[in-house]
């Protein structure tokens, strides 16, 4: 059974870097046609996607978060990370990873990581 965790700071002054990592287990993040998935929710409103990962290490950003976001992997750590600069407070989400087999399917998720942009 593949399982995701997020892990990384829950509070992040604005204007500086955003950090998560999620740690893939019972699964290879380099399996092919795989496809992992960085997925922000804020409080009382629907899923926002903000890009993704390959098996083949490709990326793809959501349009308007492309500017602030780079998703990056540790193959070796089985492991792939979100970094997304200069945050608001409307950065103020709860952040899910996930992943699937196939570019828009989702097969699994993290329990998620709640972030507070604040100073």
């Known amino acids: 059974q593949v399982q995701l965790q997020e892990s990384g700071p829950g509070l992040v002054k604005p204007s500086q870097t955003l950090s998560l990592t999620c740690t893939v287990s019972?699964?290879?993040?380099?399996?092919?046609?795989?496809?992992w998935h960085w997925i922000r929710q804020p409080p009382g409103r629907g899923l926002e996607w903000i890009g993704d990962i390959n098996y083949s290490d490709g990326t793809y950003y959501n349009p308007p978060l492309r500017s602030r976001t780079s998703i990056s992997r540790d193959a070796s750590k089985n492991q792939f990370t979100l970094q997304l600069s200069s945050v608001a407070s409307e950065d103020t989400e709860m952040y899910y990873c996930?992943?699937?087999?196939?570019?828009?399917?989702?097969?699994?998720w993290g329990q998620g990581s709640r972030v507070t942009v604040s100073s």
């Open positions: 996930a992943g699937g087999s196939g570019i828009w399917c989702i097969n699994y």
């Open positions: 019972g699964g290879s993040i380099t399996t092919d046609y795989y496809y």
